[in-house]
């Protein structure tokens, strides 16, 4: 299974409603997770299950989608939410990673 | 708290071999499932394994199927990746990560370990 995101990069300022899309070459159902990652550290999970928000991780970030098409909306994006963003399929093996959106600030 | 921790890592020559360990620690190791997952310098994520509970079963990416092997000892709260035939385009930081259930994300991550393949 295929997952392409875009935008590959975007700019953007503190306050700024963001959006980014994940495709999935096929049906995932709900199987579709987000994680943002900052340069030199592990990635960490936003998002699960399409829609389900992790444990402590803050209100802003919220995702929506099933079947083929996904979305991760930032509502106010924040210093440290500069970083790249990734979603990643877990519906069946391999369970592929999209290519990232890196965030930049503008 | 919970915590992985990676080790094994370093240089090593084309077609060398390489064990990387994952300790486990500040849950139950043997209720999760685990995974392993890379990432070139400067490029995205790669997933590259995933083993059961158990350890019934396995799965790999096509890049590492029949060169790496993984396999966990719930005694000892430990995952690991045996790599063999390693290349120059195998180089990356590798990372272990606990799969959440029921979505199977991955809720927890190591800090990585890197792996230089070169001569």
């Known amino acids: 299974i295929q997952m392409t995101q875009s935008p590959s990069s975007l700019s953007a300022s503190v306050g700024d409603r963001v959006t980014i899309t994940c495709r999935a070459s096929?049906?995932?159902?709900?199987?579709l997770n987000w994680y943002r990652q900052k340069p030199g550290k592990a990635p960490k999970l936003l998002i699960y299950?399409?829609?389900s928000l992790q444990s402590g991780v803050p209100s802003r970030f919220s995702g929506s989608g099933s079947g083929t098409d996904f979305t991760l909306t930032i509502s106010s994006l924040q210093p440290e939410d500069f970083a790249t963003y990734y979603c990643?399929?877990?519906?069946?093996?391999?369970?592929?990673f999209g290519q990232g959106t890196k965030v930049e600030i503008k | 708290e919970v915590q992985l921790v990676e080790s094994g890592g370093g240089l090593v020559q084309p077609g060398g071999s390489l064990r990387l360990s994952c300790a486990a620690s500040?849950?139950?190791?043997?209720?999760?499932?685990m995974n392993w997952v890379r990432q070139a310098p400067g490029k995205g994520l790669e997933w590259i394994s995933y083993?059961?509970?158990?350890?019934?079963?396995?799965y790999y990416a096509d890049s590492v199927k029949g060169r790496f092997t993984i396999s966990r000892d719930n005694a000892k709260n430990s995952l690991y990746l045996q790599m063999n035939s390693l290349r120059a385009e195998d180089t990356a930081v590798y990372f272990c990560?606990?799969?959440?259930?029921?979505?199977?994300?991955?809720?927890?991550w190591g800090q990585g370990t890197l792996v230089t393949v070169s001569s």
């Open positions: 096929q049906s995932i159902r709900n199987y």
């Open positions: 500040g849950f139950s190791f043997s209720n999760y499932e």
């Open positions: 990643q399929q877990t519906y069946s093996p391999p369970r592929t």
């Open positions: 990560s606990r799969g959440e259930v029921p979505a199977a994300s991955f809720d927890y």
């Open positions: 083993i059961t509970k158990s350890g019934g079963t396995i």
């Open positions: 299950g399409a829609s």
